[in-house]
């Protein structure tokens, strides 16, 4: 027989957990991701990591919500600039609506960078160091590796086309050092992102850009030093800011992680509605861009994404078909790739739009290149003042290796039917007919590349071969310039899509394709099937699928180089 007692002490604790107050976590140590994998190996694999659309939904809904009292978040380096001034906007958002924001780290940059950490950091009401942290607060710098000497050496003749000056990944591979070009656009990416971290940290810890200069060139700073600079509020372990936390709050006050509030919360609250909801759907384009359909960028589990054409194509066909779809919010985070899988993407935007669904780009920390090509179409882009932008160029060759193959004793033997069977063989250099046809291909790209932004952005010709020829923006700039319309994050353009949509300000979102990773298993039945939008799982497949994925050259013509995100 159950003891009443016992069932009373059950309801009462029930009720207790229910009205206690709540403090919300967020560890950044693993990063977060901008969405879940396409490929549904990878998407059960990655289930417990943290998503962006939960904390940023998570941040908004606490916002209202009298039981969420505070915010503390382990911040580390797991993440880029655009993506701390993502965070940033919400926390900001959090404050404002009264709740207790702290920050804390047992260091900004143990050895490493603490600059965009830090400045994260600084987002917040209170700042908590560990004794025996530092402020790695140093500044920004991009180091860009140039092998033509080393190719020299090994034998290997790189030959590369591109269209224009600035279009730097053939440098990587020709030069033995900065063209007057490229260390220009280098040198202003630096420099506007140095600008935005020192005014961000200045205005919010109530110091003088030249202090906050002063103090980077002196960096980085021990704790102590950091905390008689005003840079961070208490030198203090984890258990000191948790007690602190609790002291503000409450003790009874609950712990729950933002993804863990952000679904439970939503559960809750999710009220059915008469009929069918109109949505804005969310459709995520991530990684380097290919034909085909989307999936891993490589071998490993925790190889990164790539952004399929016939994936991306036909997330946009189902949005377009559902007549709840009202706007779209296309996210876009890639360096580039194929151009002809780019334009596949930017016309499936052209289209979206014509059926009368207004689309915005939300720019993630790159979207350049092919990244900006897919963009370039949709009503309204908006990106963050960090991120990595523009590139508007094309670029195109191979390597040659037949010196390499000579030294190390290996002889080869060719047959061909076609004047150019062999013409993208790494066993022989471009002939000067071939040179013409790569030209040809080149101008053509470039031609109908820059027609595009000049149609979509409004922008003469003239102009924007200005602003073109292979050049990289940040956000900030490219904004003044003309090719991105707002600065913001996520949460900024679903808003804006709603409105453009005449939607409800709490109208519900919708991820296209809105499948579980087991119905992604399941063949699709047709191209317009929302199963067509899934990705698939890669294998090692064939020996040329090796070869790339161990890392030889097979970046497509609208790629930007390296990596581009500042730490």
Known sequence: MVDPGTVVNVIKQARDRRTAPLILEL???????????????????????????????????????????????????????????????????????GKLTVAWAETFGEGGHGTVPFYLATGFDKVYLQPTGEVGLTGVALEEPFFAGALEKAG???????????????????????????????????????????????????????????LTDRGPLLAGEALEEGLVDHLGYRDEVYAFLRKEVGADAQLRYVSRYNRTHGLARRIPQPGRQDVVALINGQGPIRLGRSGRGGPLPNSGPAMGSDTVGAAFRAAVKDDRVKAIVFRVNSPGGSAVASDAIWREVVLAR???????????????????????????????????????????????VNDLLERVGIGLGSVADGKHARMFSATKDFSESEWERINASLD???????????????????????????????????????????????????????????????????????????????????SEDRTAASARFDGWGSLGGLAARLGLPSAGPLTLPGSWEIR
């Open 156 to 214: 290997v003749r790189p030959r590369f086309a591109k269209r224009y000056e600035y279009k730097t990944m053939a440098n990587t591979f020709m030069e033995k050092a900065y063209t007057p070009e490229h260390e220009e656009s280098s040198r202003r990416l630096v420099t506007s992102l140095g600008e935005q971290i020192t005014a961000g940290i200045a205005a919010a810890r109530d110091l003088p850009e030249d202090k906050v200069r002063d």
């Open 27 to 97: 560890d950044l140590t693993e990063g977060i991701v901008e969405t879940a994998p396409a490929d549904p190996i990878s998407a059960i694999m990655s289930m417990r990591r943290t998503n962006l659309r939960d904390v940023l939904d998570g941040l908004r809904r606490a916002r209202s919500d009298h039981r969420v009292k505070a915010l503390v978040v382990k911040v580390t380096g797991g993440v880029g600039l655009a993506l701390a001034q993502e965070l940033r906007e919400a926390v900001g958002a959090l404050r404002e609506a």
């Open 354 to 400: 014509r059926a009368g669904k207004p689309v915005v780009v939300s720019m993630g920390n790159v979207a350049a290149s092919g990244g900006y090509y897919v963009s370039m179409a949709a009503d309204t882009i908006v990106a963050q003042p960090g991120t990595i932008t523009g590139s508007i160029g094309v670029v195109v060759g191979k390597a040659v």
């Open 444 to 526: 053509t790209i470039y031609e109908d590349f820059t027609a595009k932004v000049a149609e979509g952005r409004g922008l003469s010709r003239e102009r924007v071969h200005e602003l073109a020829r292979g050049r990289v923006w940040t956000g900030a700039d490219a904004r003044d310039h003309g090719l991105v319309d707002e600065l913001g994050g996520l949460d900024g353009a679903l808003d804006l899509a709603r409105k453009k949509a005449g939607l409800p300000a709490d109208a519900p979102v919708r991820s296209y394709p809105h499948a579980s990773p087991l119905e992604r298993l399941r063949p699709p039945e047709s």
